[in-house]
Every structure is written in C-alpha cells, then in structure tokens.
C-alpha cells in the first residue's frame, strides 16, 4: 500500500461551504406516542430541548408536543405536577437544565412516565460547547432506548456523496460527512471526478472509498481527525466496492488486476493480498458479515446479477437470492439478522430487505432507482439514494416500512450514503 500522508487542506477549507442536509418526514407518523420535551432552563449556545424533540420525531415513534402545549417549564422532579401534563395529552415528559463549569457544560435531564407518575431516567453529562448538539443526540439516544428497548443512533454521522454543477458546465463532486439530523456537514475530500462506495471503518474513524481523481479507479482509506490518506495498491483496472472487516484489519475490495473482476482481502498491516473467489463471472459488492465469518457479494455467475454467500477466507458460494433477475449490492444489518439491498421489481430499482436465515424478502422503497443501502447502526432503518424531482436525494426508511424520510441539499445531488457506527 502506497502511503500518502495529505492534509487535503482544498477539502477542509471547505467545511464552510458545504450545505447542511434538510429532514423531511414523508410518512408514518400513525400512532406515535406524545412526548412533552420542555426546553431546558440556563444558557447555552444549543437549544437541546429542540434537538432531541426532533430526533424523536423523525423515528415516527415519538411526536413531541408543540411548544404553545407546554404549560409550564420544570427543570427539577419536585416541580413536575403530573395531574397537569395529564391533561394536556403528554404521555412522556422530559426536562432538564444546562450549568456553565466555565470550562464547558453539565447538562441535566429526566424522564417521566407521566400516566404513571414515575420517573424512567435521570443523568447528567458534560461537555465542551462545541459538543452540545452531541450530547443532545446522546440524551433523545438514552430517552429512546429506555422507551423502545433499542440503542438509539442520533448520535451517529451519515457520509454521502455530492454533486454539484458548476458555472462551466463541469461537475464537482465532494465526499462529506455530517451529523444523523444533517448538521454540521464537513467536506472530507472534493474532485472533478467521480468518488464512489464510501465505507466506514468499525470505530468510525476512517473512510474507504474508491476516487477517480487520477482517471482511474483506486481505493483510498481516510483519516477524518488528521486528513491522512493511505491508497490501497494501485493495481491495474478495476478497484472498486471496498467493504471493512468487523475488526478493522482488513478490506475486501474488487480488483480486475488479473483480468476479471473478482474479490480479494486486503490486509491493511501486511499489505498482503488474498484472492477470495475464482470465477469467469464478475463478482463484486463484498460486504462482510457482523461476526466474521462470511462474505455477501454479487455475482451474475448464474446468468444475472444475484447475491451470493461465501466464508470469509474464500471457497465455496451459495446463491441466496431468487426473487427477480436483479439482485446487488446488499449489506448486512448490525446483528447479522437481515439484509439490505437493490432489487429490481418490473423495470424499476428499489431496496428490499431479506431475513436472514429463511430468505422472506420484503421491499421498503417505491422509487425507480433507489440505490446504495446503509443500515443504521441499530438496524432500525435503512438509508438509501434515490431520486425525487428530478434531482438524486437520500431517503430513509424503517425496517418495518413504518416511517419514512427523505434527505435533500438546497443545491446539487446527493447519493452513495453511508451511516456510521455508534459512537462510543
């Protein structure tokens, strides 16, 4: 692997420039539970009472109540009247209070079961200023996984792929990085040529991706703290797809060096290169299983693009997709338990999601060329490219097809998304 140490100070200089992501809820909201979630009483530079109420919403299981609704702002247990928020339909109450330390913030909170009378959580954590928007994230996270039983994901980052038109008619495009409500979006890398397959390493530290910007197709492994760039190779024709291993210590990437496309693992210490399948037909779109033990890839070996499974060190595939003639580029949810992909259904694109191991597949989008499958790093939903207005946008959608959201940019196209680990 040839080393490139790069600041890559053209992209950094233009996190000012890189526009923050638009959340519009499209469908689902049928029956989620009122939440009163008060704005939280002191200074801070962050509401954080509108930032976890909307990271509630946007699950479809949760509707905070309207600001006007509130009747009143509590920010301690002993001045919550229960009899009161009853009336007003809240089902849960959340409040809290935000201290200055001088050297950055404790942020207090609770939550009640306002039905019952009882208290479900309370905490407090610190931060810098800089960081109130996470440690938002990280309370509607604790709220939502002491209501639901699930780890919440708000406090996660989505990288996705832009494009935009320039003034000479040349397109620019940008690899980016932002917040899971779309704040705080960075520009990683920018190019006059494609960026493509954006992966995410286990701890949510780097970035593979596969870059044009020599004309031909290379991996390249991101630092997001530093900048630092390792590229993998290069080897000659196709370097594409690349797909981490849950340890961290390995790639799995699709190179045509030997003349047709196949998989192969890389060893990110060693740099040392082993050959995974041996086919005259292309086999791409590696995705490693959670645990290890087994590689997902597409393959048209049987006439058309369908998903196959093999071990992880190699040998024997068996063919696990049979509904349609197109199948591809699927990608495990973060237990193991499903799979997420793109199927083609009378002419059109679109993501389904198959259980694991009995094979039942069920679609989740409705567009014509819906693309690129992320889960989202509690396996409550998929993140996904597609088009709307005639513009390429993201758009989500719960694995139960029970909410929906689409992501959009106020210029340019969005595409190739891809939802980070839970930080820890």
């Known amino acids: 692997m040839k080393k490139v140490i790069l600041l890559m100070l053209f992209g950094w200089q233009l996190i000012a420039q ?50 006007k609704d509130l009747i009143a702002r509590p920010s301690q247990p002993d001045q919550v009247d229960f009899g ?3 009336k007003v339909g809240g089902h849960y109450l959340v409040i809290g209070e935000v201290r200055s330390t001088g050297k950055g913030f404790d942020t207090g909170f609770t939550l009640f079961d ?20 996470i440690t938002a994230h990280r309370i ?7 209501l639901t039983g699930i780890p919440g994901a708000f406090a996660t980052r989505i990288a996705y792929v832009t494009a935009v038109r320039q003034a000479d008619g040349s397109q620019r495009t940008a690899l980016r990085v932002a917040d899971s409500d779309g704040h705080n979006p960075q520009t990683i890398v920018a ?15 780097r970035i593979a991706y596969v870059s044009f910007e020599n004309k031909q197709p290379a991996v390249y492994i991101q630092e997001l703290t ?36 196949e998989i192969y693992a890389v060893d990110l210490n060693s740099q040392q290169l082993r050959r995974l399948t041996d086919s005259p037909s292309i ?44 199948n591809a580029r699927a990608r495990y949810s973060p237990d193991g338990k499903r799979l ?17 191991p009995g094979g039942s597949v069920k679609t989740l989008s409705d567009g014509g060329l819906d693309e690129s499958p992320s889960f989202a790093p509690n396996g409550t939903m998929v993140l996904y490219g597609t088009q709307s207005g005639g513009r390429e946008v993201l758009a989500a959608v719960a694995v139960d097809g029970s909410m929906s959201q689409r992501i959009s940019i106020d210029s340019g196209s969005l595409r190739e998304p891809a939802w980070s680990p839970i930080r820890h």
């Open 140 to 146: 509607a996270d604790l709220i939502y996984e002491k």
């Open 191 to 205: 190019s006059a040529e494609p960026i493509l397959s954006p992966a995410w390493s286990p701890d949510g530290n």
């Open 84 to 86: 009161d928020w009853r």
């Open 340 to 356: 997420a992909f793109v199927t083609r259904e009378s002419g059109r694109f679109r993501i389904a999601v198959m259980d694991l």
């Open 18 to 67: 890189a526009g923050e992501l638009t959340i519009e809820i499209t469908g689902g909201t049928q029956g989620a539970l009122p939440i009163a979630v008060v704005p939280f009483q002191g200074s801070a530079p962050e509401n954080l009472a509108s930032i976890i109420a909307a990271d509630l919403q946007r699950t479809g299981r949760f509707q905070p109540l309207p600001e």
């Open 283 to 326: 086999d791409t779109e590696p995705s490693w299983s959670p645990d290890g033990s087994q590689i997902i890839f597409t393959s048209d070996r049987g006439g058309s693009p369908q998903l196959y499974r093999m071990p992880a060190g190699g040998g024997s595939a068996q063919r696990i997709s049979f509904q349609g003639d197109y």
């Open 226 to 261: 530093s900048g630092r760039r390792d590229r993998i190779g290069p080897f000659p024709g196709i370097n594409s797809a690349p797909s981490w291993s849950p340890d961290g210590r390995q790639l799995a990437v699709t190179l045509s060096k030997d003349g047709n496309p």
């Open 114 to 133: 306002v039905f019952r009378g009882e208290q479900l959580l309370g905490m407090s954590l610190s931060s810098s200023a800089k960081d109130l928007r």
